[in-house]
């Protein structure tokens, strides 16, 4: 479906938060490279009427990055490094009480 100049098409306005109309004003190979927002009247590229992603999403995918990167290592890891913190606590109050 070719586009034209002027054209009236739905795309997702980050402003508007939302679907709205907007008009076509630049074109890229008979289709739609730039909108204007009919309600807000501000120029985007066109998203194919999809949202970008939001900060939440952006986080989600953060967190669940990081799951995967925790369950990939053995499960031993953690009790291992929990291990090896617990003796230089206790070393260093012996050395804090023969200072004082
Ligand atoms: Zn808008």
Do not use: W
């Not at 204007?36 to 939001?54: I, L, V």
């Not at 953060?62 to 230089?88: D, H, I, T």
């Amino acid at each position: 479906m070719d586009a034209r100049l002027g054209d009236v098409i739905d795309d997702f306005c980050v402003k508007c938060r939302r679907l709205t109309n907007h008009s076509v004003v630049s074109l890229l190979n008979g289709a739609a490279a730039k909108v204007r927002c009919r309600t807000c009247y501000s120029d985007h590229d066109y998203r194919n009427e999809q949202a970008p992603p939001s900060k939440k999403d952006l986080k989600k995918a953060e967190l669940f990055n990081a799951v995967l990167s925790g369950v990939a290592p053995p499960s031993a890891a953690p009790e291992a490094a929990a291990a090896e913190a617990e003796p230089k606590k206790a070393g260093k109050k012996p050395g804090k009480r023969a200072e004082a």
